[in-house]
């Protein structure tokens, strides 16, 4: 006897932002970035500065980022059809990954080349030209990451456009500092030691995001879940005597599915209390754990012995 439960979207777990609005929000700071990157290249070819044309490249890795997000958001509103039963939801984890997976490249080249700096004499750099660019993309990236923060955060998708833009304004602000002691100092190895701390960062960021997504693809229960309190929970139900097959796990942000198989009294599924128990566990897994997609199969205790294979 299976049955399934899902409070459909009027439920209050989302977090009050349309898909449509962070489409919005992602479009608008990707215009930003794709503007201020142009003006970079242009600088950059005028001031004859290989400096400012590598930076220009990372920005093109963060306007990549979020036209990937903005593609996999548009992917994940897909309907379920045929094959297809949860639609194109999972897309967006495939979005996060991927901008992970491209911070920690972005991270491996910034290092090698800021080692090799490091290890040979200095390079002359344009000082002037290089603080009057940073301090544009400060401002820049402040408004995309403004922009960002506005949509659904929740979203590792929108998250990972986000940790990109950021980084890239912490790299920003390295950049303004490493330019200063340039022009003070005339030390240009300052780029290099500010390209490193960026490093640091995007690796920190990287593993966030790789961490949250191997977790959902590799189907396991979302951190903030307590597979024991559910089980004791589930037992706490009047007429519950065993719950196994128990599994939880994440379909996309802010969708943690779950499936068990409760074993009840056999007089449950004549004098009616299978309905009932039916309602409370559903009732216990939304206001304690937050989980409203739900199935449960109800087995009489008689079942037992037809239960050949029965996982934890």
Not at 26 to 43: H, T
Not at 184 to 201: N, Y
Not at 244 to 264: F, G, K, N, R, Y
Request: with cysteine; proline share 1%; aromatic share 6%.
């Amino acid at each position: 006897m299976s049955h399934d439960h899902d409070h459909g979207s009027s439920h209050g777990h989302d977090h009050g932002i349309s898909e449509n609005a962070d489409g919005r929000y992602l479009a608008s700071a990707l215009g930003l970035l794709v503007a201020y990157m142009v003006g970079e290249v242009v600088v950059a070819f005028v001031s004859h500065s290989l400096a400012l044309l590598s930076d220009a490249g990372h920005m093109l890795t963060d306007a990549g980022a979020i036209g990937v997000a903005i593609w996999a958001m548009r992917l994940a509103a897909r309907p379920a059809r045929g094959a297809w039963t949860f639609g194109w939801k999972r897309a967006e984890i495939l979005s996060a990954l991927a901008n992970g997976v491209s911070m920690l490249v972005i991270a491996a080249v910034v290092a090698v080349e800021a080692i090799r700096r490091l290890a040979t004499t200095n390079t002359a750099v344009n000082g002037t030209a290089v603080l009057a660019t940073a301090l544009v993309g400060v401002v820049v990236n402040i408004a995309a990451a403004w922009l960002l923060a506005r949509a659904n955060r929740s979203s590792l998708n929108v998250e990972g456009a986000y940790q990109h833009i950021l980084t890239d304004l912490y790299g920003f602000i390295g950049t303004i500092i490493a330019a200063a002691v340039i022009l003070t100092t005339g030390w240009a190895k300052a780029d290099a030691v500010a390209s490193l701390v960026v490093v640091a960062l995007m690796l920190k960021a990287s593993w966030g995001l790789l961490r949250d997504s191997g977790r959902v693809l590799l189907e396991a229960a979302p951190a903030h879940i307590d597979m024991d309190a559910i089980r004791e929970h589930l037992l706490a139900v009047d007429h519950v005597t065993d719950v196994h097959d128990l599994h939880v796990w994440t379909v996309t942000s802010d969708l943690p599915s779950l499936s068990a198989h409760l074993v009840i009294q056999d007089g449950c599924f004549n004098d009616g209390h299978a309905a009932e128990i039916l309602a409370q566990v559903h009732q216990c897994l939304d206001g304690h754990f937050e989980v409203d997609h739900s199935t449960f199969q109800l087995e009489p205790e008689s079942h037992g012995e037809h239960e050949h294979t029965v996982h934890a």
